[in-house]
């Protein structure tokens, strides 16, 4: 059981960096540009994010995370030293990526890239884009939380899971 733990903390503790380290990425690189003078560069972001874009890469991710953070909810549940970061990591990852996207970021994602250009004014365009990227912050903050608080769970896991060295039967020295 040792292992399947260790692994599974390993793997959600990465899948979970990426997911932040993602999220970082487009703040830095793909958000100044998209959100730069809405409605044109809401267009040009639809131009330019033809063949990829973040919805062919989170979604897939976030299942990953949320179906690999239950199992490691249950499987640390009876660890109490652990158990509270990874369900904390669990209900920040849900709040901030799964409710809050479905509530606050995918219908004014509708409206910005999948409404047809010339549907919305482009001062309902700007307030749009203004909302979308205030509750950005909430986002990384929850990616962040979750990020930090399972690589906490992995190392208190690995601190406190790792055999301890036998004693010598005659010297009660570490071998």
């Not at 250009?117 to 307030?127: I, M």
């Not at 190392?155 to 071998?175: E, G, K, N, Y």
Request: hydrophobic letters at 55%; aromatic letters at 12%; a positive charge.
């Amino acid at each position: 059981m040792a292992k399947l733990v260790t692994t599974l903390l390993i793997a959600l503790t990465a899948a979970a960096t990426v997911s932040f380290g993602a999220i970082l990425g487009e703040t830095v690189m793909l958000y100044p540009n998209i959100f730069l003078d809405p409605p044109q560069s809401l267009v040009r972001a639809r131009e330019f994010l033809v063949a990829g874009s973040p919805s062919d890469f989170f979604p897939p991710l976030g299942l990953a995370i949320i179906v690999l953070g239950a199992v490691a909810v249950l499987t640390t549940w009876r660890r109490p030293g652990i158990r509270w970061y990874v369900a904390g990591a669990a209900a920040a990852y849900l709040c901030c990526e799964l409710v809050f996207s479905a509530v606050w970021f995918w219908p004014r994602n509708e409206i910005m890239f999948v409404d047809p250009v010339g549907t919305h004014s482009a001062q309902f365009l700007r307030t749009t884009a203004e909302e979308f990227v205030a509750g950005h912050w909430a986002r990384l903050a929850g990616g962040a939380a979750t990020a930090a608080l399972l690589f906490t769970a992995l190392v208190r896991w690995l601190r406190t899971s790792r055999p301890r060295p036998a004693l010598h039967p005659r010297t009660d020295r570490i071998r």
